[in-house]
Structures are given as C-alpha cells and as structure tokens.
C-alpha cells in the first residue's frame, strides 16, 4: 500500500511563507515524478506545481510563479514546496502526488497516489 503525506502546513500572514514536506512510503521516491496541486474554497482541485524524477525540469502554474519553489530529495526520499509572498488567494488544501512517470507533468490524471491534504490558510 503506498502511503503519500504532507506537512508543513499552517496559518500565516499575507506576505509570509510556509514549506510544505511530502514523503511517498512503500514505493520507489526517484523513479517517478511529483506535483503538488491545491483546491482553493468552493473551486475544483488545480496543479500548482510539478518536477521531474531528477529534479531536472519544474513547472509552475501561472498564479505562483516566481512565489513558490518546488524541489526534492531523492537521498531522504522527500519532496518540498517554499510559498513565499503567500496572498489570501493562496488558502487551500495543498495535495501532494506521485506521478505516473520519470517526467513532470501539470495534469492530474498522470498522478497515481495522492497524500490527504494539508491545510493552508492565508490571513488578510
């Protein structure tokens, strides 16, 4: 049973930031790629960012490019997720996955296993 969690998540301010951990058990960590996604209040699920097995190639989505920095580390098995210069906008449930492949990729049906969810609130 793979087992995939998140923490790190949290309330701050507007401006602030936060990083997020993810750990993917029961599976190889560096065989494939990992994404986070986000559903905000009352919207469906959206990608927020993925990065190769490698670490090789990142994409981010438009709304938090330059703000938020994917990465991870294959010898600790963990992936990361820096928020800076977080907004309201920002408050969601954050998601980590596990992807299909070696290669990134922003949809989320590429994704196999998914954490529960880590709950981000930004305040005015």
């Known amino acids: 049973q793979v087992h995939v969690a998140e923490s790190g998540g949290g309330l701050v301010q507007a401006g602030g930031s936060l990083r997020l951990s993810c750990t993917v058990s029961?599976?190889?960590?560096?065989?494939?790629?990992m994404g986070w996604f986000r559903q905000r209040p009352g919207k469906e699920r959206e990608f927020v960012a993925t990065?190769?097995?490698?670490?090789?190639?990142?994409a981010y989505a438009d709304s938090v490019k330059g703000r938020f920095a994917i990465s991870r580390d294959n010898a600790k098995s963990f992936l990361y997720l820096q928020m800076s210069w977080l907004k309201p906008e920002d408050t969601a449930v954050y998601y980590c996955?596990?992807?299909?492949?070696?290669?990134?990729?922003?949809?989320?049906?590429?994704?196999?296993?998914w954490g529960q969810g880590t709950q981000v609130t930004v305040s005015s």
């Open positions: 990065i190769s097995w490698n670490g090789g190639y990142t």
């Open positions: 029961e599976r190889t960590f560096s065989s494939y790629a």
């Open positions: 996955a596990q992807g299909r492949t070696l290669d990134a990729d922003d949809a989320a049906d590429r994704y196999d296993y």
